[in-house]
């Protein structure tokens, strides 16, 4: 039993996120990690490592951790620590699913990650660009034959609209949830994305703020971020959750690299419950708070 303190996740949170790794076994040219400037090399914890600090979370029915990256399942511990968070914590997987399905089929309940929710419990992404759609269709409906809650979605790339458009109306044939998620990022010299905050991305300028977060954002080495721009860019943490005296502070805190923000926690997306105009984080000028849109 874990000797440390438990991390209650606050009512405004809206997002809980382990990213076990920022590695991935695709290279897509348009990866969001990339946005900003590139993270020197994190530490890796062991899976024993993430599953006491995991475990120390007390979070909401509706309210899951999500294991991502990168490609969550290249840590060397991915299975171990699916079986080994606490029941009571509910669990979502953002996966490119280019694993061994059998091993994780043999290994992993099915009713471990699952819950009430009107999405996949298990999101699988598809890239056209690095991914052949037939194979992952057969991965898919192998998952969905043995009960997981799995889904595909797909970034709509000016370059791959017709494509993904063409994949979904293959798999909703078959059966298979699949869903679009707007591309972020630049392309051709455009920003792509619906942002709150005007300028936030555009990487043209810096500017001192205060920004507060509604997500409980982990590194792979398990300290905290104040947000995605933070933890892709390795700029200090806030915390660790493995540091005993850790707990999850509801406050603004001072920033002074707005203007690079990354687009994850500027756009307007929708909420756990699938709500429409949620962004990650909530953003005052003490200079200028006309700039807030």
């Known amino acids: 039993m874990s000797d440390l303190k438990p991390i209650i996740v606050p009512e ?9 790794t920022l590695g991935c076994n695709l290279t897509c040219s348009y990866c969001i990690n990339h946005f900003g400037l590139p993270a020197s090399v994190k530490k890796h914890i062991s899976g ?17 951790l999500t294991l991502q990256g990168g490609e969550p399942s290249i840590h060397k511990d991915f299975i171990y620590i699916l079986n080994n968070i606490k029941p009571e914590l509910k669990i979502d997987i ?11 089929i043999a290994k992993v309940d099915p009713e471990r990650i699952k819950r009430d929710a009107p999405y996949a419990s298990i999101r699988v992404s598809y890239h056209p660009e690095v991914m052949e759609l037939e194979p992952l269709i057969e991965k898919v ?5 043995a009960n997981f809650s799995i889904g595909i979605w ?28 707007e591309f972020l990022g630049e392309y051709e010299g455009k920003l792509y994305g619906s942002f709150r905050y005007e300028g936030a991305c555009d990487k043209t300028f810096k500017k001192h703020v205060l920004c507060k977060t509604t997500e409980l954002i982990m590194g792979p080495d398990a300290s905290v971020y104040r947000c995605h721009s933070d933890l892709y860019e390795g700029r200090a943490p806030v915390g660790n959750i493995l540091d005993p005296e850790f707990q999850i502070e509801e406050i603004y805190r001072p920033c002074d690299d707005y ?5 994850c926690d500027i756009k307007v ?13 909530e953003i005052e000028f003490p200079e200028d708070e006309s700039e807030a849109v």
């Open 94 to 104: 953002l996966t490119n699913l280019q694993f061994d399905v059998e091993e994780f």
């Open 259 to 263: 203007g690079h923000c990354n687009p």
């Open 141 to 145: 409906q192998r998952m969905l034959d």
């Open 269 to 281: 997306k929708t909420n756990r419950l699938q709500e429409y105009g949620h962004t990650s984080v």
């Open 12 to 20: 405004s949170h809206n997002y809980v996120a382990a990213f076990l």
């Open 154 to 181: 797909s970034v709509l790339h000016p370059t791959q609209e017709d494509v993904v458009r063409e994949a979904q109306e293959i798999c909703t044939a078959k059966g298979i949830d699949f869903r679009f998620k």
């Open 48 to 64: 024993e490592e993430w599953v006491k600090g995991l475990n120390r979370i007390v979070s909401r029915e509706d309210l899951p």
